[in-house]
């Protein structure tokens, strides 16, 4: 069995002409309101107290996140209330994972990634207005608190809810306890089975057993994607 390879990369100005044309395209998955044009992220990746990253299976592009930090003069503009006015905020942008590859536990590795990289920063909260799916699911998982719902967000006729993460509270889930998305499961020869008394070996839970097919998690949340929010 191919195992594939996730990897994640640092996004900034130096690299987005390298992957300019992959995030343009995956900003389809959003209602044309919604989608960032390329000076958009141009302006976004060339300021301060940005963290994005672009996630990489097998090396190809595989979707993207944004976050930038929100001092307290422009918290108003992002609709973030009833925070401590020294806390060190960082707001989502942009979260999505390419149509394809959606539903397959990526979208919560990469969100992840970007927590941890905001915990590295000094960051105390991450905040984002989140379409009702995937994103907005994965986000409660690890600790989000509602606050507040926003009708025709970004004039798409669509719903958003905002919420935040305390970063000192994260909930992220104990290395090696996380979710194995398809193609990343450990060969079987790493799997090691349970003795039982009568020293037969119990079968290797469904989760990590080697599929013999075509084989991912369906997320009850549906696709991951958030729609970017209004840019400085």
Not at 29 to 37: I, N, Q
Not at 46 to 67: E, H, R, S, T, W
Request: glycine content about 8%; aromatic content about 8%.
């Amino acid at each position: 069995m191919l195992v594939s390879m996730l990897a994640f990369e640092d996004l900034g100005a130096g690299n987005w002409d390298k992957y300019k044309d992959l995030i343009l395209n995956s900003e389809n998955v959003f209602p044309e309101s919604m989608r960032s044009a390329p000076e958009d992220f141009a302006d976004m990746l060339d300021g301060d107290g940005i963290i994005a990253k672009v996630a990489l299976l097998d090396a190809q592009y595989l979707g993207n996140v944004i976050g930038c930090h929100v001092p307290p003069e422009d918290r108003p503009y992002y609709e973030i209330t009833d925070m401590p006015e020294n806390a060190m905020i960082i707001y989502v942008l942009n979260l999505v994972i390419n149509p394809e590859h959606q539903g397959k536990g990526y979208g919560k590795l990469l969100l992840q990634e970007f927590v941890k990289a905001a915990q590295g920063k000094g960051y105390d909260y991450v905040i984002g207005h989140f379409r009702q799916n995937a994103s907005l699911h994965i986000m409660k998982k690890i600790g989000a608190v509602e606050k507040g719902l926003f009708k025709n967000w970004e004039n798409s006729s669509e719903e958003a809810v905002a919420c935040y993460v305390n970063l000192h509270d994260l909930k992220l889930e104990p290395p090696g306890q996380e979710r194995q998305p398809v193609g990343l499961l450990p060969p079987a020869g790493q799997v090691q089975p349970t003795p039982l008394s009568d020293g037969s070996f119990a079968p290797a839970a469904p989760e990590m057993q080697q599929p013999e097919t075509d084989l991912h998690f369906a997320d009850p949340a549906g696709p991951c994607d958030m729609a970017p929010a209004p840019h400085l």
